[in-house]
């Protein structure tokens, strides 16, 4: 029971620490293949309707990404709408910015698919703009500027048609001419924290005022003979890396909504804890329940059932805390639980 009690204090306690941290955006396209993202809660702020930016037919992964494999994606090309999302506006701190991204198409020229805006969007403040590059050979090489003369280029070093994680750290420094913006690219695995150097930057560009605010991410499409053609999922905007980037069950706890869609009872439970689903039966795939340190111990394949606090091998389970996550077509969603004994 002591231990019991030292785990509860150990995740309130991380939870008090984290309660500053907060996921400010995710986008993971959970929509039907092939309509507008304007019909999914995106507005158009140029050429409206000209080649609409749509739900791709499948979504990207990426090990250990908390977005990875949730819903579809999005494709954004060159010649047409311009589309965008608003979030809660901040004016301190450091906003990261995370997307999985694969790229179909680049141009030698180049130029930016993506980039942040205040809320609601001003065409005068498009800052954090993403390039992409491509040289003879087409290799390619991303590249952060704030605005979008003085963009700072990775080498050519990344390939067409291989997902990668793009981290964006805008980092709001009071006063012109300061802010710092970085990108990291990652090929293999997310990190569970900040490492200490970025794939490019910081820069601070001179010549630039502070933004108004951060208020909004936009996918744009350029002209034919510079923009990428790229598929983009997962967004997430958050304050910290942690929130952000969460590898962890317990990070990613506290950044998601109630799960209605789940009823758990009683919690917490001593010897058996039912679960039962009261959602669209379709959409479910299964619940997995971890222990407190990530670790799978259980997988329900029915949308009702009663867990006996026992692993897949049947062993009896030491008390602790444990996550309960549903998945089904379109997310993931956690509850935590206390099994005592
Ligand atoms: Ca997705
Ligand atoms: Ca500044």
Do not use: C
């Not at 010549?207 to 350029?222: E, K």
């Not at 950044?255 to 001593?270: E, G, Q, V, Y």
């Not at 996550?323 to 077509?329: A, D, I, K, S, Y």
């Amino acid at each position: 029971m002591r231990k019991t009690i030292a785990v509860i204090l150990a995740v309130s306690l991380f939870l008090v620490i984290s309660a500053n941290a907060q996921l400010l955006f995710q986008e993971n396209f959970s929509y039907t293949a092939g309509t507008n993202l304007t019909a999914n809660g995106w507005t158009a702020h140029s050429a409206s309707g000209t080649n609409p930016i749509k739900v791709h037919t499948v979504g990207l992964t990426f090990p250990s990404y908390a977005s990875s494999g949730i819903g579809l994606s999005a494709r954004v090309d060159s010649s047409g709408e311009d589309v965008h999302r608003t979030f809660t506006a901040q004016t301190e701190g450091t906003i990261y910015t995370a997307f999985m991204l694969r790229v179909e198409k680049a141009k030698q020229p180049g130029d930016y698919f993506f980039h942040l805006s205040t809320s609601p969007l001003s065409s005068a403040e498009y800052f954090a703009r993403i390039h992409i590059k491509s040289d003879a050979s087409n290799n390619l090489a991303f590249g952060i500027g704030k605005r979008h003369t003085d963009t700072a280029f990775t080498g050519f070093n990344y390939a067409l048609n291989t997902t990668y994680l793009l981290v964006i750290k805008y980092a709001i420094i009071s006063g012109d001419n300061n802010d710092q913006l970085s990108m990291f690219v990652f090929n293999a695995s997310t990190p569970a924290t900040e490492p200490s150097t970025p794939t490019v930057g910081p820069i601070s560009p001179a010549g630039s005022a502070d933004p108004a605010n951060i208020g909004s991410v936009a996918l744009r499409q350029g002209q034919a003979a510079n923009a990428p053609t790229v598929i983009i999922d997962g967004i997430r905007v958050g304050t910290n890396w942690s929130v952000t980037i969460p590898t962890s069950l317990e990070e990613d706890f506290h950044t998601l909504t109630t799960n209605t869609a789940l009823k758990i009872s009683p919690n917490p439970f001593t010897d058996y804890l039912h679960i039962s689903y009261n959602g669209n039966l379709q959409n479910f795939k299964n619940i997995k329940i971890y222990d407190a340190t990530g670790n799978l111990v259980k997988t329900i394949t029915e949308a009702n059932a009663t867990w006996n606090g026992r692993d897949n091998a049947n062993n009896l389970l030491s008390p602790g805390v444990y996550f309960v996550q549903l998945e089904t077509h379109s997310e993931k969603k956690l509850s935590k639980v206390t099994l005592l004994r």
